[in-house]
């Protein structure tokens, strides 16, 4: 079972710049594949970013592409968003999710993700 707890949301000016991170404890970290959604008031879910558990493969939705970058660092156990260049759109709360070990699946949405966080609310002001 992985257990994960998100921070570095808050309120932020358009064109600004947050960082999240997304810590895991449970399970073995750098066996699994990570994503972050994001969730608009009214609005489903949507994928962010995702980085396979190889470190190898990121996928980015296109709306935040050449704006943010996830990492990851197994020797923290913590996955990270970097977001510049905001925009009153990107404002969501923003969950992290974990694939079950060793699978690589950016096709299936929420689907692919078997754990998640509660998430952390990310507010951009114009």
């Known amino acids: 079972q992985v257990q994960l707890v998100e921070s570095g949301g808050g309120l932020v000016q358009a064109g600004g710049s947050l960082q999240l991170s997304c810590a895991a404890s449970g399970g073995t970290f750098s066996k699994h594949t990570l994503g972050w959604f994001r969730q608009a008031p009214g609005k489903e879910r949507e994928f962010v970013a995702a980085?396979?558990?190889?470190?190898?493969?990121?996928n980015y939705a296109e709306s935040v592409k050449g704006r943010f970058t996830i990492s990851r660092d197994n020797t923290k156990n913590t996955v990270y968003l970097r977001m510049n260049s905001l925009k009153p759109e990107d404002t969501a709360v923003y969950s992290c999710?974990?694939?079950?070990?060793?699978?690589?699946?950016?096709?299936?949405?929420?689907?692919?993700?078997?754990?998640w966080g509660r998430g952390t609310q990310v507010t951009v002001s114009s």
């Open positions: 980085v396979s558990w190889s470190s190898i493969i990121k």
């Open positions: 999710a974990a694939q079950q070990e060793y699978q690589v699946n950016f096709d299936d949405g929420v689907r692919s993700y078997r754990y």
